[in-house]
T-cell receptor, first 112, second 114 residues
């Protein structure tokens, strides 16, 4: 049973427009949600996180929104740049458990 | 420079030949973990360690062993590799327990088991 779902395997947007990547989860006990970005031939790198007690966290062009009632979070990138082209993973961890769960990833392509 | 180092980066080997993928971090992190990435399946946790001599299974531990004798090292051992273990492997570390701490990942090890 997949606890974290990224239902869109890929997303293509134009440079300068908004990119919205989505993630759904099933376990309401998750404490934190994290987004990682991965370029080919490199390991994932941390991008931004949000605590379950918040509904928004912003860092420059990146904003993550959390809707607890819908068990849904989204990553907004504004404006999108070609260098943002990568695979984005949503991940969660649960207080008291050190097992981390990742989604399958969404490949973002930003076209110049 | 803070980093997680994996070796080798690429390996092609044959079924049944024992192999070890090393992982070392220079950040004095307590928590270390191994993941495998497969097409359409994302990142799945194999094993993790919360400190020296403390290890536990992740979601896909079958066919793998780990050890944590020193804080900085967390090798992944495949005693008898099989073709279904062909994958891209990542080691990661983070400071310690507690929710929300981001992990630092190595650059990956691509294993091909023939």
């Amino acid at each position: 049973d997949q606890q974290v779902k990224q239902n869109s395997p890929s997303l293509s947007v134009q440079e300068g427009r908004i990119s919205i990547l989505n993630c759904d989860y099933t376990n309401s006990m998750f404490d934190y949600f994290l987004w990682y970005k991965k370029y080919p031939a490199e390991g994932p790198t941390f991008l931004i996180s949000i605590s379950s007690i918040k509904d928004k966290n912003e860092d420059g062009r990146f904003t993550v929104f959390l809707n607890k009632s819908a068990k849904h979070l989204s990553l907004h990138i504004v404006p999108s740049q070609p260098g943002d082209s990568a695979v984005y993973f949503c991940a969660t961890d649960q207080g008291g458990s050190e097992k981390l769960v990742f989604g399958k990833g969404t490949k973002l392509t930003v076209n110049p | 420079e803070a980093q997680v180092t994996q070796n080798p980066r690429y390996l092609i080997t044959v079924t049944g030949k024992k192999l070890t993928v090393t992982c070392s971090q220079n950040m004095n992190h307590e928590y270390m973990s191994w993941y495998r990435q497969d097409p359409g399946l994302g990142l799945r946790q194999i094993y993790y360690s919360m400190n020296v001599e403390v290890t536990d299974k992740g979601d896909v531990p079958e066919g793998y062993k780990v050890s944590r004798k020193e804080k900085r090292n967390f090798p992944l051992i495949l005693e008898s590799p099989s073709p279904n273990q062909t994958s891209l492997y990542f080691c990661a570390s983070r400071p310690g327990q507690g929710s929300g701490q981001p992990q630092h990942f190595g650059d990956g090890t691509r294993l091909s088991i023939l």
